[in-house]
Nanobody, 113 residues
Framework: QVQLVESGGGSVQPGGSLRLSCAAS????????LGWVRQAPGKELEWVSS???????MYADSEKDRFTISRDNVKNTLYLQMNSLKPEDTAVYYC???????RGQGTQVTVSS
């Protein structure tokens, strides 16, 4: 079955950290460009970060100094390490494959004191 399954979300205080994981199955993981997008309440889907099969990383400007994307092509797993979290990072985070398009069910991240 072709799917992406996110995990690792939760509630954290401002300044805290979380590591999201995305387990992939059913397709050629190592050849795929993968990434993370998020959707905050009442807002549109927002691109966060992407990584190519060879490991080239791309970030939205507001995240590039705080978030780190990585992948394990043996475990077929994508990661997003999020540090120095802010309340505005609160959103549902989705793992995404670019082509053909595929998205997971999402994991909630809440940053609040």
């Amino acid at each position: 079955q072709v799917q992406l399954v996110e995990s690792g979300g939760g509630s954290v205080q401002p300044g805290g950290s979380l590591r999201l994981s995305c387990a992939a199955s059913g397709f050629a993981f190592s050849n795929s460009i993968l990434g993370w997008v998020r959707q905050a309440p009442g807002k549109e889907l927002e691109w966060v970060s992407s990584i190519t099969g060879s490991g080239s990383e791309m970030y939205a400007d507001s995240e590039k100094d705080r978030f780190t994307i990585s992948r394990d092509n043996v475990k077929n797993t994508l990661y997003l390490q999020m540090n120095s979290l802010k309340p505005e990072d609160t959103a549902v985070y989705y793992c995404r494959r670019s082509n053909p398009y595929l998205r997971g069910q999402g994991t909630q991240v809440t940053v609040s004191s």
